[in-house]
């Protein structure tokens, strides 16, 4: 049966969905932490606008249909402030779908699961294609829903396609079935590839409903080997990071912004392939590819 369409609104406050004095007091713990971190992540927004993007600016998410069509944006910053990134990521994923998806059902007390696609991130050799599939199973309560998603990467001259799992990309292991606990968010998106193609860059955010942990990691899938590292920066000097793109001055590394609630300036950091982090601060994010406007499935 094909999946309904459905619309990608705007945020709506936890307060108003919650009516339970018990889930309002979680939900408003919920509102104010997003709140601090966007307001300390916004410095990463500012800097990206003078980044090098050598890829199409285009709406990220649009609902599952048969028919993918993506109209043309504002440029990633406006985006990500229009979306409610959670942490003010300039490669945000659907905040306000997956708010009012919950909104729609938890107001009947119903259970249900929707998807929801990003656009197709074309490779700069036009070889690959790769989008993401997000998968929200609602639950009345919020704490209570799971969101995930599944990457797909496919090979636009032989018609192979291949999948990376959000969850397991956390566990390492990609052959064990996995469930998401209550509450968890895991969502794997592309966000650029190399600039010759053989890499893939990925944003894996992980979060928590009704709770201040949200952070990112970056996955990179190499095509010659068709492997996979996660990488994220050295813990000892943040508590979340946001993934900015890969590094100008070294396309070997990946930048991030990273820091801590209640600091107001957040510090660029550069990471290799092999998790060594350096402070990055004159460095600035690029990233490659196109997206396509339409999909057919």
């Not at 979680?26 to 050598?54: E, F, M």
């Not at 009947?108 to 656009?119: A, I, Q, S, V, W």
């Not at 894996?204 to 899938?221: H, K, L």
């Amino acid at each position: 049966m094909p999946l309904k369409q459905w619309l990608c609104g705007s945020y709506t406050s936890l307060p108003m969905l919650l009516k339970n004095s018990f889930l309002r007091k979680w939900s408003q713990r919920l509102t104010l932490s997003l709140a601090l971190l966007i307001s300390y992540s916004q410095s990463s927004l500012a800097n990206t606008d003078n980044a090098t993007k050598v890829i199409e600016s285009i709406p990220y998410f649009t609902c599952w249909e048969k028919t993918i069509t993506v109209s043309q944006s504002e440029n990633n910053a406006d985006l990500a402030a229009t979306q409610n990134d959670p942490i003010g990521s300039p490669h945000p994923i659907p905040w306000n779908w997956i708010m009012n998806t919950h909104s729609e059902f938890s107001q009947k007390g119903e259970r249900n699961l929707r998807y929801c696609r990003t656009p197709s991130l074309i490779s700069p050799d036009g070889q690959f294609a790769a989008y993401s599939r997000i998968q929200m199973q609602v639950e009345p309560e919020l704490f209570h829903s799971r969101v995930t998603s599944v990457m797909f990467l496919e090979n636009l001259q032989t018609g192979d396609l291949q999948t990376l799992n959000s969850l397991s990309i956390l566990s390492n292991n990609s052959e064990e079935e996995i469930v998401a606990p209550p509450g968890e968010i895991a969502i794997l998106i592309p966000i650029s590839w190399s600039e010759d193609g053989d890499r893939l860059l990925s944003r894996q955010f992980e979060g928590i409903f009704s709770t201040s942990d949200a952070s990112d990691s970056a996955a990179i899938w190499e095509r010659e080997n068709n492997s996979t590292i996660v990488l994220s920066p050295a813990p000892a000097s943040h508590t979340h990071a946001v993934l900015l793109g890969w590094s100008q001055t070294n396309p070997e590394r990946v930048l991030f912004r990273a820091g801590i609630i209640g600091e107001e300036e957040w510090p660029v950091l550069s990471v290799d392939l092999n998790g060594e982090t350096n402070l990055a601060t004159f460095d600035r994010p690029t990233i490659y590819g196109s997206r396509v406007k339409q999909v057919d499935r």
